[in-house]
Nanobody, 122 residues
Framework: VQLQAYGGGLVQAGGSLRLSCVASGRTFSTYSMGWFRQAPGKEREFVTGISWSGVNKYYAASVKGRFTISRDNGKNTVYLQMSSLKPEDTAVYYC????????????????WGQGTLVTVSS
């Protein structure tokens, strides 16, 4: 599956942004999907994950209550709605897909998008 993430940009602290990740390929609906981010000088970290059905969702503690993941299997798209953004949310955001239940482990995903930059100004 090829993944393409977009929707990043510059936003002020407290603002909102929605990222999208569009997949090509027939297996998207069987894939668990995740969002990860990597800030300059830091390791890639888990943000959120969603099961293939969309029923199960998982969030990092740092974004819980502010970010929402969702998916539309009919459109081969997973979304990340980000609200109450903070400067520390600044990072390149990557979507990832795979047949996995280890949502927070980058190595459990088979396919990755190219990343989209989110910059939150204070």
């Amino acid at each position: 599956v090829q993944l393409q993430a977009y929707g990043g940009g510059l936003v002020q602290a407290g603002g909102s942004l929605r990222l999208s990740c569009v997949a090509s390929g027939r297996t998207f609906s069987t894939y668990s999907m995740g969002w990860f981010r990597q800030a300059p000088g830091k390791e890639r970290e888990f943000v959120t994950g969603i099961s293939w059905s969309g029923v199960n969702k998982y969030y990092a503690a740092s974004v819980k209550g502010r970010f929402t993941i969702s998916r539309d299997n009919g459109k081969n798209t997973v979304y990340l709605q980000m609200s109450s953004l903070k400067p520390e949310d600044t990072a390149v955001y990557y979507c990832a897909g795979g047949v996995t239940r280890k949502y927070n482990s980058p190595t459990s995903y088979e396919d990755w998008g190219q990343g989209t930059l989110v910059t939150v100004s204070s």
